[in-house]
Nanobody, 117 residues
Framework: QVQLVESGGGLVQPGGTLRLSCAVSGIRFSRNNMGWYRQAPGKQRELVADITPGGSTNYVDSVKGRFGISRDNANNTLYLQMNSLKPADTAVYSC???WGQGGYAYWGQGTQVTVSS
């Protein structure tokens, strides 16, 4: 059974930082593309960042220079370091695994990130 469990969300002031984690089990983590998505109220889910097994990364323009995706293959964990947070970053953040023709096959339950003063 594949499980993805996110943690690290919360309430933070504008300009603050958070680090999200995604603990993965049930798949060969080191061989999988991994992604972080977010969905704000009333908006479509969007890809925030993804990372290949080899460590190549990709970011949506709105987070470039502020967010960093990384992976720890020894501990089957995906991270999203979020710096200089803005109210526009407020959303439910979910990790995803198992990239295929139809997109990602496996998803976590999501963790809420709220950026507000």
């Amino acid at each position: 059974q594949v499980q993805l469990v996110e943690s690290g969300g919360g309430l933070v002031q504008p300009g603050g930082t958070l680090r999200l984690s995604c603990a993965v089990s049930g798949i060969r983590f080191s061989r999988n593309n991994m992604g972080w998505y977010r969905q704000a109220p009333g908006k479509q889910r969007e890809l925030v960042a993804d990372i290949t097994p080899g460590g190549s990364t990709n970011y949506v323009d709105s987070v470039k220079g502020r967010f960093g995706i990384s992976r720890d293959n020894a501990n089957n964990t995906l991270y999203l370091q979020m710096n200089s947070l803005k109210p526009a970053d407020t959303a439910v953040y979910s990790c995803a695994a198992g990239w295929g023709q139809g997109g990602y096959a496996y998803w976590g339950q999501g963790t809420q990130v709220t950026v507000s003063s």
